[in-house]
Nanobody, 120 residues
Framework: QVQLVESGGGSVQAGGSLRLSCAASGTIFTINAMGWYRQAPGKQRELVARLTIGASTTYADSVKGRFTISRDNAKNTLYLQMNSLKAEDTAVYYC??????????????WGQGTQVTVSS
C-alpha cells in the first residue's frame, strides 16, 4: 500500500501564493506519475498538473503560467507552487500517485485532500 499526505493548503487573498506538498510513503515500487487534482463544490474532480516518470508535465489550461509542479525524488515528495491565485482556484486539492509494480500492474492512490480557499 501507498500513503499520501498532503499539506500546505489554507486561505489566501487573490494574487497570493501557496505551496502544496504531498509526501508518499509505503510500498511505492516505481512511480509512473504523480499529480495534483482539485474539486470545487458542485464540480467534478479535475486535473491541475501531472508529472510523469519521464519528467513530462501536463497542466490544466487554467493554471498554465501560474502553477508549477515539481518532485523531490529522494524524499518521494510532490510539490505544487501556486502563484497569482484566483478565487476560481478555490477547491480541495488532491495528490495522486500512479505506481507500477514488479509484476506489471498499475495502481492509483489518492491523498485525503487539502483545502485551498482564495478570497477576492
Amino acid at each position: 500500500q501507498v500513503q499520501l499526505v498532503e499539506s500546505g493548503g489554507g486561505s489566501v487573498q487573490a494574487g497570493g501564493s501557496l505551496r502544496l506538498s504531498c509526501a508518499a510513503s509505503g510500498t511505492i515500487f516505481t512511480i509512473n506519475a504523480m499529480g495534483w487534482y482539485r474539486q470545487a463544490p458542485g464540480k467534478q474532480r479535475e486535473l491541475v498538473a501531472r508529472l510523469t516518470i519521464g519528467a513530462s508535465t501536463t497542466y490544466a489550461d487554467s493554471v498554465k503560467g501560474r502553477f508549477t509542479i515539481s518532485r523531490d525524488n529522494a524524499k518521494n515528495t510532490l510539490y505544487l507552487q501556486m502563484n497569482s491565485l484566483k478565487a476560481e482556484d478555490t477547491a480541495v486539492y488532491y495528490c495522486n500517485l500512479d505506481r507500477l509494480t514488479p509484476w506489471g500492474t498499475r495502481n492509483s492512490y489518492w491523498g485525503q485532500g487539502t483545502q485551498v480557499t482564495v478570497s477576492s
